[in-house]
T-cell receptor, first 113, second 113 residues
Framework: GAGVSQSPRYKVAKRGQDVALRCDPI?????LFWYQQALGQGPEFLTY????????KSGLPSDRFFAERPEGSVSTLKIQRTQQEDSAVYLC???????????FGEGSRLTVL | KQEVTQIPAALSVPEGENLVLNCSFT??????LQWFRQDPGKGLTSLLL?????REQTSGRLNASLDKSSGRSTLYIAASQPGDSATYLC????????????FGPGTRLSVLP
C-alpha cells in the first residue's frame, strides 16, 4: 500500500476484555515497529520485527501484551485482559532495511473503561 | 541507555518568524536521527532523516543539522506559518542497527496568525 495502515482507529474496551490491533506496513518494508504513546508524551518502544522474526520485545509492558507478524507483512498487537493503564495510542511504523527512514500509521486509540 | 530531550517543551511565535527547535541525545553512537511532526489525533509524519555521516538535511523551509559529537540536532523552520503548528519530535536510532528508535518528548509549536 501507499502508507502504513492501522485498524481499528478507535477501540473502546471494557476492563478485562482482549483486544487486537492490526498494522499493514508499506509493501516491501522489512522492519516493523510498535510504539505506545500516552497523551502529551513521545512514543515509547514496544517491539520490533525484521520480516517475521521478533528481534526485540523488551518494551512490552507485561505478558498480557503479545505481537506477531507470521508472514513478514501484516502484524497484530494483542492485549489480553485489558487494564485502564493500557489506554493509549498504539502506533505502528515500518522502514525499508538499509535506509532506516521510519514511516508511521495513524495509530489506534485504545480506551479501556 | 540512550535518552533524548527536546527544548523548549512548547513555543508560541507570530507568523513569519524563523525558529529553532532543539534535540539532545546522551549517546553519540547513533545510526541516524529523524525529525517528525505530529498533528493532534494523528500519526507521525516524517520531515527529515539525517544519517550519522551527514551534518544537515534540507527540505523546503526546513533545515535539520546534526552534531553527533556534542549529541545535538536542531530543526530550523524559516518564515513560519500557522500551518506549521504541531508537535515536533526527534528520534534517534542507536548505532547497532536493528534496535529501536528512541524518541524525545516533543516540542509543541503554535504559530499565531
Amino acid at each position: 500500500g501507499a502508507g502504513v495502515s492501522q485498524s481499528p482507529r478507535y477501540k473502546v474496551a471494557k476492563r478485562g476484555q482482549d483486544v487486537a490491533l492490526r498494522c499493514d506496513p508499506i509493501s516491501g518494508h522489512v522492519s516493523l515497529f510498535w510504539y505506545q504513546q500516552a497523551l502529551g508524551q513521545g512514543p515509547e518502544f514496544l517491539t520490533y520485527f525484521q520480516n517475521e522474526a521478533q528481534l526485540d520485545k523488551s518494551g512490552l509492558p507485561s505478558d498480557r501484551f503479545f505481537a506477531e507478524r507470521p508472514e513478514g507483512s501484516v502484524s497484530t498487537l494483542k492485549i489480553q485482559r485489558t487494564q485502564q493503564e493500557d489506554s493509549a495510542v498504539y502506533l505502528c511504523a515500518s522502514s525499508f532495511i538499509g535506509d532506516g527512514e521510519l514511516f508511521f500509521g495513524e495509530g489506534s486509540r485504545l480506551t479501556v473503561l | 541507555k540512550q535518552e533524548v530531550t527536546q527544548i523548549p517543551a512548547a513555543l508560541s511565535v507570530p507568523e513569519g518568524e524563523n525558529l529553532v527547535l532543539n534535540c539532545s541525545f546522551t549517546d553519540s553512537a547513533i545510526y541516524n536521527l529523524q525529525w517528525f511532526r505530529q498533528d493532534p489525533g494523528k500519526g507521525l509524519t516524517s520531515l527529515l532523516l539525517i544519517q550519522s555521516s551527514q551534518r544537515e538535511q534540507t527540505s523546503g523551509r526546513l533545515n535539520a543539522s546534526l552534531d553527533k559529537s556534542s549529541g545535538r540536532s536542531t530543526l530550523y523552520i524559516a518564515a513560519s506559518q500557522p500551518g506549521d503548528s504541531a508537535t515536533y519530535l526527534c528520534a534517534v536510532r542507536p548505532g547497532n542497527y536493528g534496535q529501536n528508535f528512541v524518541f524525545g518528548p516533543g516540542t509543541r509549536l503554535s504559530v499565531l496568525p
